[in-house]
């Protein structure tokens, strides 16, 4: 069953924020000896046979071998590139992930996957709220997401009271030796800390 789903299901790598707090590209930060963006590569190619990246300005992260597509807006909003990546993609739904998610694990995505049938959306909810940028976007996402721009709200969950969303509570999987796969990194201080966890 995980596999039939699996062919309908691409996998988009947002890479467009401004990594202000950072100060550099958080995508190609080094951390653990690569890139970011390299460790959800590495995890999202073993899952998916469309890997693509979504970045601000279309330019390629070095290394990455796939389709890079630019934000088809350029509104600095995480919802253009979700938008960007169902518009360029070929399945009927895609699988969002962030750059900056060094801790994903094959098992966190299959959870998401496992969890979908029909639904428009479906996203982790945990303690500390929905995890929008590790969840699964169908097609008919598209007007919803489009509409919400034109109006001004960039908040990606604007858009769920309009849609069919299936809720994947916390579970184990959720869990990377401890730290929480949805953990990001958008400082140096934060680069430094989850480096130490990895460590110990």
């Known amino acids: 069953m995980l596999k039939k789903g699996l062919m309908k299901v691409s996998c988009a790598i947002l890479a467009g924020g401004s990594s202000t707090r950072m100060g550099l590209d958080k995508a190609t930060v080094i951390f653990n000896g690569k890139a970011l963006i390299r460790h ?3 995890i999202a190619k073993g899952i998916f046979d469309e890997v693509m990246v979504i970045t601000k300005d279309g330019r390629s992260p070095e290394g ?6 630019r934000d088809i807006m350029p509104l600095g909003s995480p919802m253009v590139g979700i ?15 962030a750059c900056d ?6 098992e966190s995505l299959r959870c998401v996957i496992g969890n979908l049938k ?14 929008p940028l590790h969840a699964i976007y169908g097609k008919r996402c598209i ?3 489009l509409k919400m721009l034109d109006l001004g709200f960039m908040k990606i969950q604007t858009v769920f009271p309009f849609l069919e969303v299936k809720i994947v509570e916390d579970n184990p999987s959720f869990y990377n030796r401890g730290t929480s796969v949805f953990a990001n990194i958008n400082t140096k201080e934060e680069l430094e800390k989850f480096s130490q966890t990895l460590m110990e």
């Open 118 to 131: 029909n639904e428009d959306i479906v996203v982790p909810q945990t303690k500390k709220g929905f995890e």
């Open 64 to 69: 990455i071998p796939v389709k890079i597509y």
């Open 40 to 42: 959800v590569y590495d």
């Open 101 to 106: 998610m060094p801790f994903i694990t094959e």
């Open 83 to 97: 938008l960007t990546s169902l518009i360029k993609s070929s399945k009927e739904y895609t699988f969002v992930v």
């Open 143 to 145: 007007p919803f997401f």
